[in-house]
């Protein structure tokens, strides 16, 4: 709030953008899928592209469901991102033998053999942000525990 001086009253300190989680976390992640953009360019992928990689890469097969719920993604839009892998050749979605309503989610040969080429991914980013491996590590911390808690606010 300003008074008719032109100057801010002692409230409005609080509302400065730069004091904002929201618009620094915000900017992180704008500039983190920037430096990530080239290096996934390299792949053929896009960043949720990678993400869901990421997740089949620790463990697979996975089903639909267990994916969205790793990466916190409905089905609308997971749909047509698991289309497009499979249509890259790096992923085959099939019907569980065990239950026919359960889509699996497997990695083709190409698939598996993407994440060599994506090893170096997190050292790279790591070496762009400047900041330490304990660093890193302390801030995804940090962030799991803000994510966890404003799920909780919900």
């Known amino acids: 709030m300003t008074t008719p001086e032109g100057t801010r009253t002692a409230g409005s300190e609080a509302l400065r ?7 620094a976390m915000y900017s992180a992640s704008r500039a983190a899928t920037a ?3 080239p290096m996934l360019e390299e792949l053929g992928l ?14 697979e097969p996975r ?38 309503r359960r889509v699996e989610i497997f990695l083709t040969d190409a698939g598996a053999a993407l994440s060599a080429k994506a090893s170096g991914i997190p050292q790279r980013l790591a070496d762009a942000a400047g900041l330490t491996a304990a660093e890193l590590d302390q801030l995804r911390e940090t962030l ?3 994510t966890s808690a404003l799920h909780a606010a919900r």
């Open 17 to 23: 953008l730069n004091r904002q989680v929201c618009f």
């Open 35 to 37: 430096v990530y953009r």
């Open 46 to 59: 896009t960043y949720p592209q990678y993400l869901a990689m990421l997740v089949l890469w620790e463990s």
């Open 63 to 100: 089903s639909v469901r267990e994916l969205g719920e790793e990466l916190g993604l409905d089905s609308g839009t997971l749909s047509p991102l698991l289309k497009r892998l499979e249509g890259l050749g790096l992923v085959q979605r099939r019907r569980s033998a065990e239950d026919e």
């Open 144 to 146: 799991g525990r803000l």
